[in-house]
């Protein structure tokens, strides 16, 4: 273990809970207040989060240190916790967040400005418009929290204070020892948990960690006239004003404020001081008076008996913030070095229990796509990017943000060869993996009807046009042409490439050239990893359609040694349209010498062809239910293979249509979206992929665990019966009780119903059975319906 913070200590802990006996913890400063940000930590534990992995996180952190003590001392004050609004906005979103808990199932309230004040007597009532609350949150002490957990394993786990690592020393792309100013020592695992110096300490080894260490400030006040007396440490519960991004905690009778509001104050991992070279502690740096100004007034407005105390131990401390604010977790391209980096207090338990069942288990058991080290793209782990997406995450910490709200900068970083023409038809870009993607047309604004205008509101039509509605039904009716560049395409080729494919993947892939499997990627314990789509280009050669960079990592890792094969992401160079809708072959076939006739080119098949004089691997598969091919080429050939296509469905009525339309086709039509839908947290059985799982067909990696199918929920398609749009993760109800959660939702608009995918107890998902959604803090009544809605026999796809 490199790093003496709680992220170190946490995860030799569990590694030596599960019966690891020989672990050494290296710190380059003084145990166990090793001056890294754990140490000037104030410790709030806030758990709520819009992702279902950090809130899960937290909560098993909290329970972890409600179970330490040190000295008789606990790690852990479980004093709760109140968020307040002060805008109607605020409000708003309070209500959205006590869904996402309740959904997590994490016990939460909302309460009125009355109730918090009689929670928290130093409070302005009047000054709010409400308050979340959440009974289990409270206050780690994290240092104690690190001491407790060395002491307890101090037979497996040695520790060594003032050792600094210096280097790694690396064989053939594997770690074979680490160098320290006090000694090499001989490991072939190390994991890196050291902060906000991880950049730095990774580039020894030749890894980036793409973290950015931001300044952040921390006060506390003197004597509270209130307090006078209290010796406890903390009773009141933690309090926090994202509205104006600051928190507070009591320090027995005096206060501690933290705010975020300054403009970010970034230090790069490479300047950061050395213990020996200030008396400061050295993640912290000197206190900037002139970024409290007005963070102070916002504390005493809020808290008034502040008025009176004066600021005192002030300092700016620093942690880490990644380009979407995400911990980076797991195994770097060096073998044997695994990196937990940019991981708050309130995570740090749960961290380190997941990394050491990822180590001793071979998965972790909990998904952990959102942290996965490999979701970054090569533009993401540049200095530019991480700098500015850093501040970003620093500036939106407690922000209200919408799921589809925009990154503004660093843009337009990549974009398909159909860019210009999107443009010329009044696209909406938004951004995803570094791609600008149209999500509707300003040129099919006339299509849209005052129905189509009426179906959405509130949250969910925000970042939505009625366009969208449009391209949706002109899809079901006529075709359209989706860009589908930013799939993520790798090319495997070699005369090992189906045994290794074969040993990933559930489905059967020993088929003729030319076919199109769908298939999931497990992990050991059954989790769908990925969702891809593999088609066979030659005897050695496959294309595979899947979810981004850690499929290139996860198929690259499992690569026996010796065996022939090479693995390639193929997307920057090449390019996608689909082109999909009823009349998609009349578009197509005038274009080609090749046959586009249904028993010429069947339905899951994939052929070379010109479409013009454009070279192109054709497939005949559809991510929206309709008839259609997905076009590859080159680049270079990509605005000539647009303009064709476009040409020709003039007289069809052709249309560009956007993601936005992609998302509620697909939905409607009940395919599953990976990560949103299915994830490790789900077998392909529950999440309704199940027909993927070919056990016969020998082994493959998940497969004994999928011969005993968890079977106490699957994924089902509800109804919302007022038509009320949903945005997905709301809560589900039975008499009263929660019993599930929604992933995707949409409306439907060929089928004309407000649709949402939803995770229920098996004994519920029958047609027919009825259950509430909570939106919003309304619940809304909802049907389980048949899955999917629209075309269930598929026979659009396949005439
Ligand atoms: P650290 O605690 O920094 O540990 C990393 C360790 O690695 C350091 O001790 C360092 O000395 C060591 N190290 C680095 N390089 C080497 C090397 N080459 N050789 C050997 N050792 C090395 N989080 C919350 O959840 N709640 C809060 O209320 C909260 N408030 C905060 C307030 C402030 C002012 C700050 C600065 C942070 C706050 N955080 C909070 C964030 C939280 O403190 C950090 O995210 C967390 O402590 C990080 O833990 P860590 O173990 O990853 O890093």
């Keep these: 273990m490199i790093g003496g913070g709680i992220v170190g200590f946490s995860t030799a802990y569990h590694l030596a809970q599960k019966g690891w006996t020989d672990i050494a913890l290296v710190e380059q400063g003084p145990l ?85 004040k009689r929670r928290l007597p130093l409070l302005d009532d009047r000054k709010i418009l409400g308050a979340y609350a959440v009974p289990s949150d409270g206050l780690a002490k994290a240092v104690r929290a690190c001491e407790a957990m060395a002491r307890s394993v101090s037979g497996p786990l040695t520790w060594h ?11 053939s792309g594997k770690l074979v020892a680490i160098v320290t100013d006090r000694g090499r020592i001989e490991t072939n695992l190390a994991i890196l948990c050291g902060g906000i ?23 506390r006040t003197s004597r509270v006239k209130e307090l006078t ?49 200030s008396a400061m502690p050295p993640a912290s740096m000197p206190f900037t008076p002139e970024h409290f100004v007005k963070p102070w007034q916002d504390a005493c407005e809020l808290l008034p008996p502040l008025r009176a105390t004066e600021t005192r131990e002030k300092f700016n ?11 980076v977790l797991g195994e770097s391209h060096v073998g044997g070095l695994w990196i937990a980096e940019a991981v708050w207090v309130t995570h740090g338990g749960g961290v380190g229990k997941v990394m050491a069942e990822w180590l001793v288990d071979g998965a972790p058991s909990l998904d952990l796509r959102e942290c996965d080290i490999n979701r970054f793209d090569p533009h993401a782990t540049s200095p530019s990017y991480v700098r500015a997406r850093g501040a970003q995450q620093y500036r939106e910490v407690y922000d209200v943000i919408h799921p589809l709200q925009q990154m503004e900068q660093p843009r337009p970083l990549r974009t398909s060869p159909f860019y210009i023409r999107q443009k010329e038809l009044g696209a909406t870009f938004f951004e995803g993996r570094g791609w600008e993607r149209p999500q509707w047309f300003a040129s099919n604004e006339k299509l849209v009807t005052s129905v189509m205008r ?29 860009d589908m560049t930013p799939l993520v395409r790798l090319e495997v080729t070699g005369r090992d490439a189906l045994t290794l494919l074969q040993s990933l993947s559930t489905n059967q892939l020993a088929k003729p050239v030319g076919s199109v499997v769908y298939a999931c990627f497990c992990d050991a314990r059954g989790g769908v990893k990925s969702d891809v789509t593999i088609t066979r280009l030659a005897e050695d050669h496959f294309q595979v359609g899947c979810n981004g960079l850690p499929d290139l990592a ?73 008839l259609g091919w997905e076009m590859y080429t080159t680049s270079d050939y990509g605005m000539r293979l647009w303009d064709l296509l476009w040409r020709s469905g003039q007289p069809l009525g052709v ?77 589900v109800f039975a008499q009263d009780r929660v019993v599930g959660y929604v992933t995707s939702a949409t409306y439907g608009f060929a089928v004309d119903r407000s649709i949402a995918y939803a995770y229920v107890p098996v004994e519920l998902a029958r047609e027919g059975s009825i259950v509430e959604v909570e939106y919003f803090n309304k619940r809304h009544r909802a049907t389980v319906a048949s899955d999917p809605l629209y075309d269930p026999k598929g026979s659009k796809l396949r005439n």
């Design 655 to 731: 249309i560009a249509a956007g993601r936005a339309a992609f998302e509620s086709l697909r939905i409607e039509k009940g395919y599953r979206l990976w990560g949103v839908d299915m994830y490790t947290d789900h077998d392909p059985y529950e999440s309704g992929l199940g027909f993927t799982v070919k056990l016969d067909k020998g082994e493959f990696i998940g497969r004994a665990a999928l011969a005993k199918p968890r079977q106490s929920r699957k994924l089902c398609c509800l109804t919302i019966d007022d038509g009320t749009v949903l945005m997905g993760k709301e809560p």
């Design 161 to 171: 204070a003032r050792t600094t690592v210096t280097g790694f020393e690396i064989a």
């Design 197 to 219: 110096w991880g950049p730095r300490v990774a580039k020894l080894a030749g890894v980036r960690v793409p973290l950015m260490p931001v300044q952040h400030q921390y006060v």
């Design 32 to 116: 166990f207040e090793a001056g890294g940000s754990t140490s000037h930590a104030p410790g709030l534990v806030f758990q709520t989060n819009g992702s279902r992995t950090i809130c899960e996180l937290a909560q098993q952190t909290v329970k972890l240190y409600s179970s330490l003590s040190l000295g008789g001392q606990p790690c852990f004050h479980s004093v709760g916790s109140m968020e307040v609004a002060i805008t109607p906005q605020r409000l708003e979103d309070l209500k959205r967040r006590h869904g996402w808990a309740t959904s997590w199932g994490l016990p939460s309230e909302l309460i009125t400005p009355a109730e918090a």
């Design 454 to 482: 009426s179906k959405r509101s509130g949250w969910a039509a925000q970042n939505w046009s009625p366009i969208a509605a449009a391209e949706h039904l002109a899809t079901r009716d006529r075709v359209a042409m989706f």
């Design 554 to 626: 996860w198929i690259r890792a499992h690569i026996a040694s010796g065996a022939d094969v090479q693995v390639r992401d193929i997307t920057p160079g090449t390019c996608c349209v689909g082109v999909w809708g009823p009349r998609a072959r009349d578009l197509v076939q005038p274009l080609s010498a090749d046959d586009f006739s249904n028993g010429g080119f069947r339905y899951f098949t994939a052929r070379r062809v010109h479409i013009g004089e454009v070279p192109v691997m054709a497939q005949r598969v559809s991510y929206v239910g309709e």
């Design 317 to 327: 401390g620093m942690f880490s913030f990644t380009p979407d604010g995400l911990p």
């Design 229 to 277: 007396g209290e010796t406890r440490e903390v009773v009141h519960p933690i309090l926090c004003n994202q509205d104006r991004a600051m928190y507070f905690r009591q320090h027995a009778d005096c206060y501690g404020v933290g705010s975020y509001q300054h403009e970010p104050l970034l230090v790069e991992s490479e300047k950061i001081r050395k213990h020996e070279e």
